[in-house]
């Protein structure tokens, strides 16, 4: 299943931001769910990830306790609030579905990204 997110912008820094991944075509409630970032020359890197149930949660070191990932299944759709935005967070967000219901590091078909810069 390929995942769309959105809610990028721009946004000075110490501000916060709230991404959104969903499908209109298919659920994904039984996968894990990741978000992952990219900038221009550099690897796409890890930044959260979430399990089926909501439950487990997973982040790089270098946005704990500023980003919170999480999921509504009703609505079919993973969240990422991210505050306390710094330049260093400038990138594109990737968020793509595991291929099982707990983060294996295994992502499916990427979408479209969305585009988040910070300020100074």
């Known amino acids: 299943v390929q995942l769309q997110a959105s809610g990028g912008g721009l946004v000075q820094a110490g501000g916060s931001l709230r991404l959104s991944c969903t499908s209109s075509?298919?659920?994904?409630?039984?996968?894990?769910v990741a978000w992952f970032r990219q900038t221009p020359g550099k690897e796409r890197e890890f930044v959260a990830a979430?399990?089926?149930?909501?439950?487990?949660?997973t982040y790089t070191d270098a946005v704990k306790g500023r980003f919170t990932i999480s999921r509504n299944k009703g609505a079919n759709t993973v969240y990422l609030q991210m505050n306390s935005l710094q330049p260093e967070d400038t990138a594109v967000y990737f968020c793509?579905?595991?291929?099982?219901?707990?983060?294996?590091?295994?992502?499916?078909?990427w979408g479209q990204g969305t585009l988040v810069t910070v300020s100074s």
């Open positions: 793509t579905a595991d291929r099982r219901a707990v983060y294996s590091g295994s992502p499916q078909a």
């Open positions: 979430v399990d089926w149930s909501g439950g487990t949660t």
């Open positions: 075509r298919r659920t994904f409630t039984n996968n894990a």
